[in-house]
């Protein structure tokens, strides 16, 4: 880590900040334009400074996107983290709705794995029985009457 003009901390440069975060310098604008991170000194040749502590927002900022999260919700999760420290209650409020939000997804694809299941089936079907009759078109490409 290089130190700022100041002298008083020590810092890193963008470039350094997205290896060792692995994520894009764009990446990083981009968070620090949707105000997920404080704003950063910069040095006189206008280089955005970087201190470990941003790097670890950084960091958390990934992971919880990585969990699903919105930017807004990171955004939610983050102002708890630096503003309260009582802030578990509303922690796991945000977690309880990230679940049920997951749980009702995973609910969705069960039924579109089980649908799509049912029309390989028919496709299956077909080709099996095809040498048998005369070829249709596939069933899965007439089948639909709009009730699906």
């Not at 975060?21 to 910069?42: G, S």
């Not at 040749?45 to 969990?67: E, S």
Request: one cysteine or more.
């Amino acid at each position: 880590m290089r130190h700022s003009s100041s002298g008083a901390r020590s810092t890193i440069q963008i470039g350094e900040a997205a290896q060792k975060t692995e994520l894009t310098i764009d990446t990083i604008r981009f968070y620090e334009r949707r105000a997920l991170l404080p704003a950063v000194p910069r040095t006189t040749g206008q280089f955005r400074l970087y201190t470990a502590a941003d790097v670890t927002r950084l960091n958390f900022i990934k992971q919880m996107q990585g969990l699903g999260f919105s930017l807004q919700q990171i955004k939610q999760l983050l102002d708890l983290r630096d503003r309260s420290r009582y802030a578990c209650k509303d922690v796991r409020n945000l977690l309880k709705d990230k679940l049920t939000e997951i749980r009702r997804k995973i609910r969705e694809l069960q039924k579109l794995e089980s649908e799509l299941a049912v029309d390989l089936r028919k496709c299956n079907w077909e080709l099996k029985h095809r040498h048998s009759r005369a070829p249709r078109q596939c069933p899965m490409l007439t089948g639909f009457d709009g009730g699906k």
